[in-house]
């Protein structure tokens, strides 16, 4: 098993910031796939960005590309999401996910209990 655990989340400010992290157990995480999603009230749960184990390469939906970005840090074995100039629409439960193998953007194996954000107008 591996466990993941989000911080990070709260009150921001419409233009404002926030910075998301997920901390990972057990081995490290530049060897797992990760992504980030979230889910409003009454909305399907939505792809927000993504980071390859290995290569490192980045992925992110369009509604957030140029706001947010995905990184990783594998001495701490921790992957950050920094959200930059917050909309009100970006209010949502985030879940961090993650997997050991290759998979598509929807497709984890296990995941974050999740960090609740609220961007006031």
């Known amino acids: 098993q591996v466990q993941l655990v989000e911080s990070g989340g709260g009150l921001g400010q419409s233009g404002g910031s926030l910075r998301l992290s997920c901390a990972a157990s057990?081995?490290?995480?530049?060897?797992?796939?990760v992504g980030w999603l979230r889910q409003a009230p009454g909305n399907e749960r939505e792809f927000i960005a993504a980071?390859?184990?290995?290569?490192?390469?980045?992925h992110y939906a369009n509604s957030v590309k140029g706001r947010f970005t995905i990184s990783r840090d594998s001495a701490k074995n921790t992957v950050y999401l920094q959200m930059n100039s917050l909309k009100p629409e970006d209010t949502a439960a985030y879940y961090c996910?993650?997997?050991?193998?290759?998979?598509?953007?929807?497709?984890?194996?296990?995941w974050g209990q999740g960090t609740q954000v609220t961007v006031s107008s």
């Open positions: 057990a081995r490290a995480i530049s060897t797992y796939g």
């Open positions: 996910a993650a997997r050991g193998r290759p998979g598509g953007l929807y497709d984890y194996d296990y």
């Open positions: 980071i390859s184990w290995g290569s490192g390469t980045t």
